[in-house]
C-alpha cells in the first residue's frame, strides 16, 4: 500500500533497529537502501540481543521479506557470515526470505585494504570509518568501475572483473600507499565460491517492492547511518559515502516519491557520534561518563561495529530541525529516555551562537559550525524509573515535559517514545 521510511535524525545509533522491530511486524517487505556493514544496529527479542549489520532487522520477524537494496553496498563474507549466524539461532534466512538487489555494489578485500591506507595517510586528521570500505566501493560506484552483485550469475565474469579491479587497487596500495598487495587470483576464487552460494538471492529490487505495494503490502525502508553523516547533508567531509537520508531511500531502492506515507526521524533523548568530525554539543568528563555508560550494559554508548566509545552530548534540536527539513518528516521516534532519569536538571541545545548572534538554521559549512556556541534551555529532570511506563500519563510529568518541548521546538509530532531496550518498553503515542 505505501512506503515507510525510517531514518536516523542524528550521527546514527540512534535505535533505528528497535523502531524498525516495531514496524516490521505490520510490514511486508523491510528493506536497506544505503549503507553497508559500517551499520550496526541491536535488536532485543525476547531478552536474546541480536546485532545486524547488513541484513534488515526485519529478518527476525517470521514471514517478512528482507531487501538489501541497491543502494547499499554488500561484503559477501560479511553477508554470508551474518546469515550463518541467524540461521544458527533458527532464523529462517533462505532466498525466499531474503533477497539481494541485482545492483547492489559489492565491497571487496581491496576496498577494505584502501579504506585503512585513505586513514592512515589522513594521520592526525583521520574521518574515523569503520574501515569496512564502504568509501572506496562507493567511490568505485561513482567513477563506474564497481562491481554489481548481479556478476554473482556470471561467476566467471565475476572472477575475470575481479583479477582486473584488484590488480588495478595493487597499483594504488603499493605505488602511493606503500602497502602490501593482495592476491588477485585467491580473491577471485574466494567470489567465485560467494557467488555460488549467493546467486540464489538475488532480485530486482525496485520491481519487487513495485509489486507488494501493487498487492496493498505495506514496505519499510529502513536506514542506515543518519542524516548528518549523509554524504550532501551531513558533516562533510565527516560523513559516510552514501545517502542515509529519505532521498537516499528513493534512489537505494528505486520507488518514487509518490509511494512514500510515513517519514519517521529517529532520535535518541541525547545526543552521540562515533567518528571524527564537529559536535557542538559534546560533552567530556563525568557528564560524558553519566550519558554514556561504562561499557558494563549491552544499551551503553559503545559502536556496535566497532567497539569504540561514542562522543556524547546533550540533544541538539538544531539538529534535529535540520533533520525535518532535509528528510521531510512526518513524525519523530525518541529512544533512551529512560537513560535521562535520575538527573536534576536536563539541558536542550535549542540555537547556536556564534559571533554575538543566534542562528536558526544549523550552518553546513564547518568553519562557520566550529564558531558556533549551543545555547542550551534547561529543563529540569526526573527522578522516577521511566522503564515501565506504556503510555504518555505513565510519564513523570517532567519526562513528559521534556518529551512535548522536542516536539514544540521541531514542529514536529512525537510518535513513539522508547523507555527501554526490551521489544515492549515503547510508548506509543
Ligand atoms: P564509514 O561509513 O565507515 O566510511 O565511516 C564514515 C563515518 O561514518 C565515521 O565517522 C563512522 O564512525 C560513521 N559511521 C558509519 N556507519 C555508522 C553507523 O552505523 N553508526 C554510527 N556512525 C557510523
Ligand atoms: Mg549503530
Given at each position: 500500500m505505501a512506503l515507510d521510511i525510517i531514518i536516523g535524525a542524528q550521527w546514527g545509533d540512534e535505535g533505528k533497529g528497535r523502531i524498525t522491530d516495531l514496524l516490521a511486524a505490520q510490514a511486508n517487505i523491510v528493506a536497506r537502501y544505503s549503507g553497508g556493514d559500517n551499520a550496526g544496529h541491536t535488536v532485543t527479542v525476547a531478552g536474546e540481543i541480536f546485532k545486524l549489520h547488513l541484513i534488515p532487522s526485519g529478518i527476525i520477524h517470521p514471514g517478512v521479506i528482507c531487501l538489501i537494496g541497491n543502494g547499499t553496498v554488500i561484503n559477501p563474507a560479511v553477508l554470508l557470515r551474518e546469515m550463518e549466524a541467524l540461521a544458527a539461532r533458527g532464523v529462517d534466512v533462505g532466498p525466499h526470505r531474503l533477497k539481494i538487489s541485482r545492483n547492489a555494489h559489492l565491497i571487496t578485500p581491496a576496498h577494505v585494504a584502501l579504506d585503512k591506507a585513505r586513514e592512515a595517510h589522513r594521520g592526525s586528521d583521520p574521518i574515523g570509518t569503520t574501515l569496512r570500505g564502504i568509501g572506496p566501493a562507493y567511490t568505485d560506484k561513482a567513477s563506474r568501475v564497481g562491481l554489481r552483485a548481479e556478476l554473482f550469475d556470471d561467476p566467471e565474469g565475476l572472477a575475470d572483473r575481479m583479477e582486473i579491479h584488484i590488480q588495478g587497487a595493487n597499483e594504488t596500495l603499493t605505488k602511493i600507499y606503500g602497502a602490501e598487495p593482495l592476491d588477485s587470483a585467491a580473491i577471485a576464487a574466494e567470489f567465485t565460491a560467494y557467488a555460488q552460494r549467493l546467486h540464489?538471492?538475488?532480485?530486482?529490487g525496485s520491481v519487487l517492492i513495485d509489486q507488494a505495494l501493487r498487492h496493498g503490502r505495506d514496505v519499510l525502508a529502513e536506514g542506515a547511518q543518519g542524516t548528518f553523516l549523509d554524504l550532501d547533508h551531513g558533516t562533510y567531509p565527516y560523513v559516510t559515502s552514501s545517502w542515509p537520508t529519505a532521498g537516499g531511500a528513493l534512489i537505494g531502492l528505486g520507488v518514487g516519491p509518490n509511494k512514500v506515507r510515513r517519514v519517521i526521524g529517529v532520535a535518541k533523548a541525547f545526543t552521540s557520534r562515533v567518528g571524527s568530525g564537529p559536535f557542538p554539543c559534546e560533552l567530556s568528563g563525568d557528564e560524558a561518563v553519566r550519558l554514556r555508560g561504562t561499557g558494563a550494559n549491552p544499551w551503553d554508548e559503545y559502536g556496535t561495529t566497532t567497539g569504540r566509545p561514542r562522543r556524547v552530548g546533550w540533544l541538539d534540536v538544531v539538529l534535529l530541525r535540520h533533520a525535518v527539513r532535509i528528510n521531510g518528516l512526518t513524525e519523530l521516534a525518541i529512544t533512551k529516555l529512560d537513560i535521562l532519569s535520575g538527573l536534576k536538571k536536563v539541558p536542550v541545545c535549542v540555537a547556536y551562537e556564534r559571533h554575538g548572534e543566534q542562528l536558526e538554521h544549523y550552518p553546513t559549512d564547518l568553519r562557520v559550525l566550529a564558531e558556533c556556541q549551543p545555547v542550551y534551555e534547561i529543563l529540569d529532570g526526573w527522578q522516577e524509573d521511566v522503564t515501565g511506563a506504556r503510555t504518555l500519563t505513565d510519564l513523570p510529568v517532567n519526562a513528559r515535559h521534556y518529551v512535548e518541548f522536542i516536539a514544540a521546538q521541531t514542529e514536529t509530532a512525537m510518535t513513539y517514545i522508547s523507555v527501554g531496550p526490551g521489544r515492549d518498553q515503547v510508548i506509543q503515542v
Amino acid at each position: 500500500m505505501a512506503l515507510d521510511i525510517i531514518i536516523g535524525a542524528q550521527w546514527g545509533d540512534e535505535g533505528k533497529g528497535r523502531i524498525t522491530d516495531l514496524l516490521a511486524a505490520q510490514a511486508n517487505i523491510v528493506a536497506r537502501y544505503s549503507g553497508g556493514d559500517n551499520a550496526g544496529h541491536t535488536v532485543t527479542v525476547a531478552g536474546e540481543i541480536f546485532k545486524l549489520h547488513l541484513i534488515p532487522s526485519g529478518i527476525i520477524h517470521p514471514g517478512v521479506i528482507c531487501l538489501i537494496g541497491n543502494g547499499t553496498v554488500i561484503n559477501p563474507a560479511v553477508l554470508l557470515r551474518e546469515m550463518e549466524a541467524l540461521a544458527a539461532r533458527g532464523v529462517d534466512v533462505g532466498p525466499h526470505r531474503l533477497k539481494i538487489s541485482r545492483n547492489a555494489h559489492l565491497i571487496t578485500p581491496a576496498h577494505v585494504a584502501l579504506d585503512k591506507a585513505r586513514e592512515a595517510h589522513r594521520g592526525s586528521d583521520p574521518i574515523g570509518t569503520t574501515l569496512r570500505g564502504i568509501g572506496p566501493a562507493y567511490t568505485d560506484k561513482a567513477s563506474r568501475v564497481g562491481l554489481r552483485a548481479e556478476l554473482f550469475d556470471d561467476p566467471e565474469g565475476l572472477a575475470d572483473r575481479m583479477e582486473i579491479h584488484i590488480q588495478g587497487a595493487n597499483e594504488t596500495l603499493t605505488k602511493i600507499y606503500g602497502a602490501e598487495p593482495l592476491d588477485s587470483a585467491a580473491i577471485a576464487a574466494e567470489f567465485t565460491a560467494y557467488a555460488q552460494r549467493l546467486h540464489p538471492y538475488l532480485v530486482d529490487g525496485s520491481v519487487l517492492i513495485d509489486q507488494a505495494l501493487r498487492h496493498g503490502r505495506d514496505v519499510l525502508a529502513e536506514g542506515a547511518q543518519g542524516t548528518f553523516l549523509d554524504l550532501d547533508h551531513g558533516t562533510y567531509p565527516y560523513v559516510t559515502s552514501s545517502w542515509p537520508t529519505a532521498g537516499g531511500a528513493l534512489i537505494g531502492l528505486g520507488v518514487g516519491p509518490n509511494k512514500v506515507r510515513r517519514v519517521i526521524g529517529v532520535a535518541k533523548a541525547f545526543t552521540s557520534r562515533v567518528g571524527s568530525g564537529p559536535f557542538p554539543c559534546e560533552l567530556s568528563g563525568d557528564e560524558a561518563v553519566r550519558l554514556r555508560g561504562t561499557g558494563a550494559n549491552p544499551w551503553d554508548e559503545y559502536g556496535t561495529t566497532t567497539g569504540r566509545p561514542r562522543r556524547v552530548g546533550w540533544l541538539d534540536v538544531v539538529l534535529l530541525r535540520h533533520a525535518v527539513r532535509i528528510n521531510g518528516l512526518t513524525e519523530l521516534a525518541i529512544t533512551k529516555l529512560d537513560i535521562l532519569s535520575g538527573l536534576k536538571k536536563v539541558p536542550v541545545c535549542v540555537a547556536y551562537e556564534r559571533h554575538g548572534e543566534q542562528l536558526e538554521h544549523y550552518p553546513t559549512d564547518l568553519r562557520v559550525l566550529a564558531e558556533c556556541q549551543p545555547v542550551y534551555e534547561i529543563l529540569d529532570g526526573w527522578q522516577e524509573d521511566v522503564t515501565g511506563a506504556r503510555t504518555l500519563t505513565d510519564l513523570p510529568v517532567n519526562a513528559r515535559h521534556y518529551v512535548e518541548f522536542i516536539a514544540a521546538q521541531t514542529e514536529t509530532a512525537m510518535t513513539y517514545i522508547s523507555v527501554g531496550p526490551g521489544r515492549d518498553q515503547v510508548i506509543q503515542v
